[in-house]
């Protein structure tokens, strides 16, 4: 059974560094095709993709937010840790882990979620 | 940046009815294209896959089609658990992006 939980702050202040823990259980991320991704959805509205670890270290970020993002794994933790430079209240959403099967061939959907944790952004 | 524009934004439906939502990329992405069924404080859930593969676990009243730029999710006969928010979701070359949401309400 594939589970999956994100752990980190709730309230972070503007320009400060955010750093959110994936924990997972079911699954090796050393397992060939194997990933993690992250992604965030704001209070109300739709959700956005923000990056993705496989097992080999390969590392895959979206283009609009790059320069502030940085995605590691552990493999003996069993976890994936994801940092995000410079917040700004428009970052406060629920960031989701979740993993995305070596069944997808080349392609990335996400087939199980952790439940997500809210962080608010605020001074 | 492909864009993906799903209609409608809401619907009012009934249990029982059929539903089609559709979703419209801004450039061809194949079939390159899944769909989530997300419910209020919860995770998105996969159903859709491929553009018209059914995720393990999935009740079959869920079906997808299309190819290119143009794709539909269908229910088939709504139940109740069926209301939710259902999002499209398309990868190209790591420029993964969803749709904005299209709330399922009960009529």
């Known amino acids: 059974q594939i589970t999956l939980k994100e752990s980190g702050p709730t309230l972070v202040k503007p320009t400060q560094t955010l750093t959110l823990t994936c924990t997972f259980s079911g699954f090796s991320l050393s397992t060939s095709g194997v990933g993690v991704g992250w992604i965030r959805q704001p209070p109300g509205k739709a959700l956005e993709w923000l990056a993705l670890i496989y097992w080999d270290d390969d590392k895959r970020y979206s283009p609009s937010l790059k320069s502030r993002l940085t995605i590691t794994k552990d493999t003996s933790k069993n976890q994936v840790v994801l940092t995000m430079t410079n917040m700004d209240p428009v970052d406060t959403a629920t960031y989701y882990c979740?993993?995305?099967?070596?069944?997808?061939?080349?392609?990335?959907?996400?087939?199980?979620w952790g439940q997500g944790t809210l962080v608010t952004v605020s001074s | 940046a492909i864009q993906l524009t799903q209609s409608p934004s809401s619907l009012s439906a009934s249990v029982g009815d059929r539903v089609t939502i559709t979703c419209r990329a801004s450039q061809g992405i194949s079939s390159a294209l899944a769909w989530y069924q997300q419910k209020p404080g919860k995770a998105p859930k996969l159903l859709i896959y491929d553009a018209s593969s059914l995720e393990s676990g999935v009740p079959s009243r869920f079906s997808g089609s299309g190819s290119g730029t143009d794709f539909t999710l269908t229910i088939s006969s709504l139940q109740p658990e069926d209301f939710a928010t259902y999002y499209c979701?398309?990868?190209?070359?790591?420029?993964?992006?969803f749709g904005q949401g299209t709330r399922l309400e009960i009529k």
């Open positions: 979701q398309q990868f190209n070359s790591y420029r993964i992006t």
């Open positions: 979740a993993h995305r099967s070596r069944w997808f061939g080349e392609l990335v959907y996400f087939d199980y």
